[in-house]
């Protein structure tokens, strides 16, 4: 069964940067892609980044140039450098891995808690 832990989430001033990371494990295949979601107070869920295994990477509008995403192959991990964070940046973020073969489907994380004080 995949698993998806997320961690470095915490509080920061604004302006300032996190990053986050997850880890993919109970499977050797690598993951399609792999990305970032969050949260915010009175939103839905919406996607931050993702990365393919081609190294393609997608990004929403609201954090270009600001966000990055990576990805180590090796250990089916990524990671999402955050910087110049603002407060409605706050939110849940959340790791999702979906799969071709193996484990097919949409996996997710439990999520990691940033928040960003003005």
């Known amino acids: 069964q995949v698993r998806l832990v997320e961690s470095g989430g915490g509080l920061v001033q604004a302006g300032g940067s996190l990053r986050l990371s997850c880890s993919a494990s109970?499977?050797?295949?690598?993951?399609?892609?792999m990305g970032w979601y969050r949260q915010t107070p009175g939103k839905q869920r919406e996607l931050v980044a993702s990365?393919?295994?081609?190294?393609?990477?997608n990004y929403a509008d609201f954090v270009k140039g600001r966000f990055t995403i990576s990805r180590l192959y090796a250990k089916n991990t990524i990671y999402l450098q955050m910087s110049s964070l603002q407060p409605e940046d706050t939110g849940t973020y959340f790791c999702s891995a979906r799969f071709i073969v193996g484990p097919i489907g949409d996996h997710w994380g439990q999520g990691t808690q940033v928040t960003v004080s003005s």
């Open positions: 109970g499977t050797r295949i690598g993951a399609k892609t």
């Open positions: 990365i393919t295994n081609g190294d393609r990477t």
